[in-house]
């Protein structure tokens, strides 16, 4: 991928206050890509890690306004790492 589709491409990185979408926005802006979003329900200050230059939501994606909100314009890469979290919930398809 040049450096152009890079600055052009848009992520959005699902869990992204957790252990594993943490170092994903990491990975990601480590490797040139400038417009990322991560998102997560828990609060900010509860993430594991953030990364400077990442734009941090506190969303829960259960909700379809949050799906909406979170939403980027163009290209939309969604990545969500998996959890083991025990109270995690996953989206039903209805809101898919």
């Not at 589709?5 to 992204?16: D, F, L, P, S």
């Not at 890690?49 to 506190?58: A, H, M």
């Amino acid at each position: 991928m040049t450096n152009q589709n890079k600055e052009n491409t848009h992520i959005c990185i699902a869990g992204a206050g957790g252990f594993i979408g943490g170092f994903i926005c990491r990975y990601f802006k480590d490797k040139g890509f400038t417009k990322i979003r991560g998102v997560d329900k828990k609060p900010l200050p509860d993430w594991y890690q953030r990364v400077p230059g990442v734009e941090c939501l506190c969303l829960d994606l259960s909700l379809e306004k949050n799906c909406r909100r979170a939403d980027v314009p163009g290209i939309f890469i969604p990545l969500r790492p998996a959890s083991t979290t025990p109270n995690s919930r996953k989206i039903p398809k209805s809101r898919l």
